[in-house]
């Protein structure tokens, strides 16, 4: 189906229905006003039961952070799971070395590399003193285009819950025209640890991630999308990033 607004419209009330179904009107679906309006009202209000990852950002390798966030979001107890996508999975970015602030801090997963450390998704509070210490991940650069990049999805032994399959291979698009760093990396986050907990990412898995100016226009067959609006155009919603359909693992 081709990414026009209706599709990328379905999809955005498909995602607030799946995390937050109260706040969907029981007849008829909201229109672009009405989503807008929700989402202001749970940035304003996140409730006494939102949680919030976050990312302690030393350097950026976007097809190694789709590794990272995919092992990051298999290794949760389905009740913070659960949590964390009704706060619409939540994450906060800031910039930092995770290697100099061990011993200080603790992180629930820390890249090989050192290059992110990430706190699980948690109420606020409990990661104030770390975001008091450090500034939010900014940058003015445009999201990075790199040629296709591959990674295989580790297993995560803290998981036990659900059923296994065989591994798949998916393609990752983001799209980067007029896209800052920081926002591209909102927006490939959400995708890939929305999809590991819709269960369409599982360890074994092989996820290709490709930069592309655009998707609009993709024919291409899509299981997960990240929409959001458009900032050229805000009026109208964006697909920013987006997950294939399987296809047989090479």
Not at 37 to 53: H, K, L, S
Not at 111 to 134: I, K, M, N
Not at 173 to 192: E, F, I, M, T
Request: hydrophobic share 45%.
């Amino acid at each position: 189906m081709p990414l026009t607004q209706r599709r990328l419209h379905a999809e955005a009330v498909r995602r607030l229905r799946e995390a937050r179904p109260e706040l969907v009107r029981p007849a008829g679906e909201p229109d672009l006003a009405a989503l807008l309006a929700v989402r202001e009202a749970v940035a304003a209000e996140p409730g006494a039961d939102a949680v919030q990852a976050v990312a302690v950002v030393h350097h950026l390798d976007p097809v190694a952070w789709v590794r990272e966030a995919a092992v990051l979001a298999l290794g949760l107890p389905p009740g913070t799971a659960a949590a964390w996508r009704r706060s619409f999975t939540r994450t906060v970015y800031l910039a930092g070395n995770p290697r100099n602030l061990l011993g200080r801090y603790s992180f629930d997963h820390l890249a090989e590399d050192g290059s992110v450390g990430w706190c699980a998704p948690a109420p606020a509070g409990s990661t104030a003193g770390l975001r008091r210490l450090l500034k939010l991940f900014t940058s003015t650069a445009p999201f990075p285009v790199r040629p296709p990049g591959t990674v295989t999805v580790p297993s995560v032994p803290a998981r036990h819950d659900g059923p296994t399959r065989a591994p798949v291979h998916r393609d990752v698009y983001v799209a980067v025209s007029g896209v800052p760093l920081p926002l591209g990396l909102v927006h490939l986050n959400h995708l890939v640890v929305e999809a590991v907990l819709d269960g369409l990412v599982t360890p074994g898995d092989r996820l290709t991630l490709r930069s592309v100016p655009s998707l609009a226009g993709a024919d291409i067959p899509f299981a997960a999308l990240r929409v959001d609006v458009d900032r050229a155009h805000p009026h109208q919603l964006r697909a920013y990033a987006a997950l294939t359909e399987e296809t047989p693992h090479e």
